[in-house]
């Protein structure tokens, strides 16, 4: 009867340990990649009818990604691997903010978009073109005006802390 109760409750563990395991995104390369693509998809279908705070739990997810098993997996990703990561990981960000896509990005405050830049810049030879093609190739949408603008706002801030420090 010990042994009966004992082995159930072995199972029953080991049963709750792998189905854990099953369900987290970053157990494995493997499945961190095809959730993440799933993620990323299944937002392209709803992103329209997305609310605010449901936003909210979808950058939570997103931060997870990154931080969590991006960083987990990063050195057992081929090249090409990682460049369908970040790829998928514009493609969320544009969905999520839009034409403001670049001034998010370039957000020395937030520490995801710190990461997101410098693993760009990384992975793809020159981001900038990349993120271009990707964001016209995946929305119809030539971006190139924004990051003009992002530019030149950079630049009048520039010129603004010169006369600042100058006087």
């Not at 409750?9 to 990649?33: H, I, R, W, Y």
Request: proline share 2%; glycine share 2%; charged share 35%.
């Amino acid at each position: 009867m010990k042994i009966t109760i004992r082995s159930c409750m072995f199972f029953g563990v080991l049963t709750l340990l792998l189905s854990s395991c099953q369900l987290d995104p970053c157990a494995n390369k493997e499945k961190f990649l095809t959730t993440f693509d799933q993620f990323v998809e299944d937002i392209s279908e709803v992103e329209e009818d997305i609310t605010l705070e449901e936003w909210k739990d979808y950058d939570e997810t997103f931060k997870k990604y990154l931080e969590e098993c991006y960083v987990n997996h990063k050195e057992d990703l081929l090249t090409s691997e990682k460049k369908t990561f970040w790829a998928n990981s514009i493609r969320y960000y544009y969905q999520r903010h839009g034409k403001s896509f670049f001034t998010e990005l370039e957000d020395e405050t937030d520490p995801l978009a710190k990461l997101m830049e410098q693993e760009l810049e990384e992975v793809f030879n020159n981001p900038e073109s990349a993120i271009i093609a990707l964001v016209k190739e995946e929305f119809g949408e030539d971006i190139s005006e924004g990051i003009d603008k992002v530019v030149d706002e950079i630049k009048k801030l520039g010129e603004e802390l010169k006369e600042i420090f100058n006087k």
